[in-house]
């Protein structure tokens, strides 16, 4: 799941995050690891400007110091960042970062890149806001070789070039996955091209399977062997009745309906889901998040129905 808080965006943030604490954020992070949720994700903005901030508002916590921060508090939930631009930063940069964090959560990091979108923050940091597609393709290929298991990496780019320059330590993990998110063309193609998964971004039922079979068709045609895990963000959800208005296309209802209607995502060929709950505070959701790892997540591996 995506964590509240972190990101409060007009458009899905409830009102009770605007109050929210630390530590709200860090019970939410426990509860995750808890019910046997894979992975918490958090969002990657550096500043947002006054002609977006009705729409996405300032609240935009720094995915690197808030999964550091959660890492220390929990066990096995895996660290994803969703997404990190990282064409705003130097891939050394990105690589010092994550490779830190992934030694010191004992390898639980999943690195989630995307291009961006808003121009002003890349004029604000000197980046290339035109090129943003290029670069992120060398960046992510400048990524493979800094958070190898080298302690001196090497690359030569057309725009980033780095050897002699050493790194420690290492991520714990032989190979910190990549994440390429987006559902642009170029974005599918990044994915199939470059990725170890591909995480969508609002993609509805009925145009996952096209794309899917896009990612898929890409990746065999680039003579990339090795699999991709496939995303897909699921509508809003409550488990069980809610008793309030929790908008037309949340999923509610018992748990054996909210699981077969997940289910539907198995079968168009999506490994991974990521969900948000409706709550009207931080005790209704980690209520609904506990009630999704009991009584939902059993029903998820169902086969057989």
Request: contains cysteine; aromatic residues 6%; glycine residues 10%.
């Amino acid at each position: 799941m995506q964590l509240p808080i972190q990101s409060q965006s007009a458009l899905y943030a409830e009102p009770w995050e605007a109050s929210a604490t630390p530590a709200d954020l860090a019970r939410i992070a426990r509860a995750a690891d808890r019910s046997g949720f894979a992975y918490i994700a958090s969002c990657d903005h550096i500043a947002i400007p006054r002609r977006l901030a009705e729409g996405m508002r300032t609240v935009w916590y720094d995915p690197v110091a808030t999964l550091s921060y959660l890492a220390g508090i929990t066990e096995r939930v895996l660290l994803l960042s969703h997404v990190a631009v990282v064409g705003l930063r130097h891939p050394l940069i990105t690589a010092k970062q994550y490779a830190t964090l992934d030694h010191l959560s004992g390898g639980r990091v999943i690195l989630g890149v995307g291009a961006g979108h808003v121009r002003e923050e890349f004029e604000a940091v000197g980046a290339d806001f035109d090129e943003r597609g290029p670069v992120l393709d060398e960046t992510i290929d400048a990524l493979r070789a800094a958070l190898g298991p080298e302690e001196y990496p090497e690359f030569a780019g057309e725009r980033f070039s780095f050897g002699g320059l050493g790194q420690l330590p290492r991520p714990a993990q032989e190979r910190v996955p990549v994440w390429v998110g987006g559902s642009s063309p170029a974005a599918v193609r990044r994915a199939a091209v470059r990725g170890d998964g591909w995480l969508p971004q609002g993609d509805p039922r009925d145009r996952l399977p096209a794309q899917i079979a896009r990612v898929r068709a890409l990746r065999v045609e680039a003579g990339v062997e090795e699999p991709i895990v496939i995303g897909a963000i699921a509508e809003p959800l409550y488990v069980g009745e809610p008793g309030w208005a929790v908008g037309r296309r949340t999923l509610a209802g018992k748990p054996e309906e909210l699981a077969a209607s997940l289910r539907e995502y198995a079968a168009m060929g999506v490994h991974q889901i990521q969900v948000r709950f409706r709550s009207r505070s931080v005790a209704e959701l980690t209520d609904q998040m506990a009630a999704f790892g009991a009584d939902v997540a059993p029903h998820l591996d169902r086969s057989d129905q």
